[in-house]
């Protein structure tokens, strides 16, 4: 009976790696949005995020109507963008008001530029969510609020990491 060899210990931790040089890719982006003139010709931007990841901040009753995930646009309404080296913080508009958010890239979950049909989907943050704390109606809300965002087209250019894992 041939004994299955176990793959070596990933010391490197390659993985990781690749997730950050990916998330690289969404603060370039942000960078070019952020320079006078904004975000080039009809590229807009879907970026999904974990609200309850550690360094999240903004108004608590906004976080607190999306306990795990909140989708935002950036396209035509949005104030003082500033990505930074490891987060980004901008202004929108909530229900009329202007709303300050900081997100820190490792809590970016998907991030999508439907004019080039081109997205990056990451590996969830770990983050404590106690279900039972959820009520119905957040759970609802939540996946309104990523629903909001539009359905991604089936031609999506999503990379994801799995492709190049051995099985």
């Not at 003139?37 to 080039?40: A, K, M």
């Not at 279900?131 to 359905?151: C, F, N, R, S, V």
């Given at each position: 009976m041939a004994q299955q060899q176990q793959p070596p210990e990933d010391l490197m931790h390659y993985e990781a790696l690749a997730q950050d040089?990916?998330?690289g890719v969404v603060k370039a982006a942000l960078k070019v949005a952020a320079a006078p003139?904004?975000?080039?010709g009809d590229h807009h931007f879907y970026i999904t995020?974990?609200?309850?990841?550690?360094?999240?901040?903004?108004?608590?009753?906004?976080?607190?109507?999306y306990p795990e995930e909140m989708t935002i646009v950036l396209q035509h309404q949005y104030r003082d963008l500033a990505p930074g080296e490891t987060f980004f913080t901008v202004t929108?508009?909530?229900?009329?008001?202007?709303?300050?958010?900081?997100?820190?890239?490792?809590?970016?979950?998907?991030f999508f530029d439907p004019h080039v049909q081109f997205g990056l989907q990451f590996e969830a943050?770990?983050?404590?969510?106690?279900?039972?704390?959820?009520?119905?109606?957040?759970?609802?809300?939540?996946?309104?609020?990523?629903?909001?965002?539009?359905?991604?087209?089936?031609?999506?250019?999503?990379?994801?990491?799995?492709?190049?894992?051995?099985?």
């Open positions: 040089a990916l998330r003139g904004g975000i080039p995020f974990r609200t309850q990841a550690p360094g999240v901040s903004g108004p608590p009753e906004l976080l607190g109507q929108l508009k909530f229900g009329g008001s202007p709303k300050r958010l900081s997100v820190p890239y490792a809590a970016v979950t998907r943050p770990m983050v404590d969510i106690d279900p039972a704390a959820l009520d119905a109606k957040e759970a609802d809300d939540a996946e309104a609020a990523t629903a909001d965002a539009g359905p991604e087209p089936e031609a999506t250019k999503v990379v994801s990491l799995d492709q190049f894992r051995k099985k």
